[in-house]
């Protein structure tokens, strides 16, 4: 079984939908969160960081980590063409002295217009 | 462009010959790490660096691969005697260590795309 499980997908939603891409993770250690958008044949790009349990928000990204039940997410609103992409979440543990990334599979997303 | 570079972009070889690609992190980033990403899957940790340091190896590292950074700056990783399961996205990624407990945030290159005939 893997540290960190992830959907793959593909998910299709139209324009304007409200997205929710989702792991869930076994390793207890893990302290930091992260989701990294991929367009195809690029590298990872991070998009939202939080730490612990909780929820952070920038503009149409909302991440949302439980730490009770090891689940976290991520909400798009209002969802474009040009958030098609790759989602992948990504976590390290706490007390590491650097950020070995520990990656889902990733989600294929595709927002049709 | 002041991102995290990599080259070449793509790369065919035939299996059993030596490959080597470079990375050329952010000017100020002291972390260097290398990942790799096989089709429909998420990266997987290679190795990481701290300055010139290697401080860690996966065991996906077997020892056909070798990875350095002279003087804290760019970074090559070899292969040899390339084998067709090598065949994948070899991604590098920089970061800055932080002055505060936590993480750091890593920003990746492009990749380099392997392909093992």
């Known amino acids: 079984q893997k540290e960190v499980e992830q959907d793959p997908g593909p998910l299709s939603v139209p324009e304007g939908a409200i997205v929710s891409l989702n792991c869930t993770y076994s390793n207890s250690a893990f302290q930091y969160f992260m989701w990294y958008r991929q367009y195809s044949r690029k590298g990872p790009e991070l998009l939202m960081y939080t730490y612990s349990s909780g929820n952070k928000e920038d503009g149409r990204f909302t991440a949302q980590v439980d730490k009770s039940s090891k689940y976290i997410s991520l909400f798009i609103r209002d969802s474009q063409p040009s958030d098609s992409a790759t989602y992948l979440c990504a976590m390290i543990p706490g007390g590491t002295s650097y950020g070995k990334l520990t990656f889902g599979q990733g989600t294929i997303l595709t927002v049709h217009p | ?117």
């Open chain 2, 1 to 117: 462009d002041t991102g995290v570079s990599q080259n070449p972009r793509h790369k065919i070889t035939k299996r059993g010959q030596n490959v080597t690609f470079r990375c050329d992190p952010i000017s100020e980033h002291n972390r260097l790490y290398w990942y790799r990403q096989t089709l429909g899957q998420g990266p997987e940790f290679l190795t990481y660096f701290q300055n010139e340091a290697q401080l860690e190896k996966s065991r996906l590292l077997s020892d056909r691969f070798s990875a350095e950074r002279p003087k804290g700056s760019f970074s090559t990783l070899e292969i040899q005697r390339t084998e067709q399961g090598d065949s994948a996205m070899y991604l590098c990624a920089s970061s800055l260590a932080p002055r505060l407990a936590g993480s750091d945030t890593q920003y990746f290159g492009p990749g380099t795309r392997l392909t093992v005939l």
